[in-house]
């Protein structure tokens, strides 16, 4: 039954509308609605099975698929077994960063501070690597499945293609995507998602339950089990890629939290009543020295460096 295929597809929003509503027709019978629920509980279960390197994804999946049909000809439903065995295997494909044999991995690691790396992969996509971004991927994709593994900060731009989903798996989190540019900043605490174009959904690894979808313009925290959702006005998350910087009143708080990421400074207010104050400023392609230097003027303060640490503070 070809609408297997499609069932997680489905659930993660990813289809193109023909497929969209052959699925949503095949639901409208009950145990078509009882199976594929089974496969996104079963699907959902699986992603904290670890070892399945050494299956035959591919042959495995078609062979069950094969078994289903000829059941399905004396019996409407399936075994929850036989559910849970091709969904296990299915899912392994799609979503584990498999490092196996033969495979030809590479690392990359943007130790340049002040820099951005740019990684061109395979199919097409292009991903950004901030200062201490490490990238994890295969020299080329296999025919299911586009995985990749991130620490740090960086911003993908992924091809699309619909028969082959693009992962990043993170410390706690999975991002799939079909085709779209997005900015990830994984922190020691947590993780921020931002989308610019297309659709992305995130799901927690340690916590089944917690996933969402996220459209352009909107922002995703991730703290273990708690996912807030928010949307954005300005592209200053990106703007340690393009080195485009605008502030539109905007407090010094928050600007500083920006040109940290841009430029790995660390950074000390004096006192509260600093940190409020605003800021309405363009810096295209500065460095830091030029970019304190107007925030001084612009906000009439006073910027010292001590130990390597700036101390914002007000004129004596």
């Known amino acids: 039954m070809d609408n297997l295929n499609l069932i997680i597809p489905h659930y993660l929003g990813e289809l193109d509308d023909d497929d969209k509503q052959k699925i949503d027709l095949w639901l409208q019978k009950p145990d078509n609605k009882q199976t594929y629920d089974q496969y996104v509980r079963i699907w959902k279960i699986s992603s904290s099975v670890k070892c399945l390197d050494e299956i035959d994804l591919n042959k495995s999946w078609k062979q069950l698929l094969l078994e289903n049909k000829k059941k399905q000809r ?38 340049k501070p002040n820099s951005v790396k740019e990684v061109s992969l395979a199919d097409g996509s292009i991903v950004y690597l901030n200062y201490n971004a490490k990238l994890e991927y295969p020299k080329q994709f296999n025919t299911e499945y586009r995985n990749v593994k991130l620490s740090g900060n960086a911003f993908f731009r992924v091809a699309k293609d619909s028969t082959r989903p693009f992962t990043v798996k993170l410390k706690d989190l999975r991002v799939s995507v079909l085709g779209t540019s997005f900015d990830i900043n994984e922190l020691l605490d947590y993780t921020e998602i931002v989308v610019k174009t297309g659709k992305v959904r995130v799901e927690s690894i340690d916590f089944d339950e917690n996933s969402i979808v996220l459209l352009p313009n909107e922002k995703l925290i991730c703290r273990r089990a708690e996912m807030i959702k928010t949307n954005i006005e300005d592209e200053n998350y990106i703007a340690w890629m393009t080195g485009i910087y605008k502030f539109s009143s905007t407090s010094l708080s928050d600007v500083f939290k920006i040109l940290k990421k841009g430029y790995n400074i660390k950074y000390k207010f004096a006192n509260e009543k600093i940190e409020i104050i605003p800021l309405t400023a363009e810096f295209r392609e500065k460095n830091i020295d030029d970019i304190i230097e107007i925030i001084q003027l612009c906000c009439q303060i006073k910027i010292v460096e001590k130990n390597n640490i700036l101390i914002i503070k007000e004129y004596e």
């Open 74 to 111: 004396n019996s409407i439903g399936f075994s929850i077994a036989t559910i849970a065995a091709s969904i296990l295997m299915f899912l392994a494909s799609w979503w584990f960063l498999m490092i196996d044999k033969g495979v030809d991995y590479r690392m990359v690691i943007n130790s």
